[in-house]
C-alpha cells in the first residue's frame, strides 16, 4: 500500500522513534491499525477525554455480538455478525474480512473461504456459537489458525491448518461455542492435489 520511498521514510522514522507517539505516528493512517487514543496525541501525552453532556439512560434491548481485546487489552470494533438459521452460508471469493466476525449458525453449515478474501488485519478474530451444524473455515496457503479456544459438547474440531505465532497473511483467532456440530479449519483442495502429484 506505500510507495518504496514513502516505506523507506517510515522505516527512518520507526528506527529513529524513542517514544511510543513517534512510533504511533508512522502508523496511525495505515487500514486496520488499532491504537490507543492515548498514544496518538504526542509522546507522553495520554489524550484527555472530551467534555460532553452526561450520558442518557438507554432501554436494555438484546444481547450484543462479543467484543474484542486489541493490543493492550483495548476494545476494537464490533464485530461483523454473520447469522443463520437451518440454511447455508458461503462467503469466499473477494469478501472484505473486518478484524472482528461473529458467526451465529443453527442447524445449518457455513463455510468461510479466506483464500481471496481482502483483509483489513493479519489476525482476524472470529467468534462461533454453532448449534447442531457443520462449520467449514478454507485458509490461504501460509496462513496460521488457533482453534484452542473453542468449547465443544458432542462435536468435532479439527484444525487441518498451521498452528503458531502469525507469520502469513492471516492468522485466524477461532473461540466460541460449538454444540453436536463440527468446525474445520484447513486449506484449499488444491494444495492437495498439488503436494501428491
Not at 104 to 121: C, I, N
Request: include cysteine; aromatic fraction near 6%.
Amino acid at each position: 500500500m506505500l510507495s518504496l520511498g514513502e516505506f523507506t521514510e517510515r522505516m527512518d522514522t520507526v528506527l529513529a522513534a524513542k517514544t511510543r507517539g513517534e512510533l504511533n505516528a508512522v502508523l496511525v493512517d495505515l487500514p486496520g491499525i488499532q491504537l490507543n487514543p492515548a498514544y496518538v496525541n504526542g509522546p507522553n501525552t495520554p489524550a484527555a477525554p472530551a467534555p460532553g453532556p452526561a450520558p442518557t439512560p438507554v432501554a436494555p434491548g438484546p444481547a450484543p455480538a462479543p467484543a474484542f481485546a486489541g493490543a493492550g487489552g483495548h476494545p476494537v470494533q464490533q464485530p461483523q455478525v454473520i447469522r443463520g438459521r437451518m440454511s447455508t452460508i458461503t462467503r469466499k471469493g473477494r469478501w472484505h474480512v473486518p478484524p472482528a466476525l461473529f458467526l451465529d449458525s443453527r442447524m445449518g453449515s457455513a463455510t468461510l473461504d479466506f483464500t481471496e478474501a481482502v483483509m483489513q488485519t493479519q489476525v482476524v478474530h472470529l467468534t462461533v456459537e454453532d448449534n447442531c451444524g457443520s462449520i467449514v473455515l478454507i485458509l490461504p496457503p501460509e496462513a496460521t489458525a488457533d482453534l484452542n479456544d473453542i468449547d465443544s459438547i458432542a462435536s468435532s474440531v479439527s484444525n487441518k491448518a498451521r498452528t503458531g505465532p502469525p507469520y502469513g497473511p492471516l492468522h485466524l483467532v477461532v473461540r466460541g461455542r460449538v454444540r453436536f456440530g463440527s468446525i474445520t479449519a484447513r486449506y484449499p483442495l488444491g494444495i492437495l492435489r498439488k503436494m501428491f502429484g
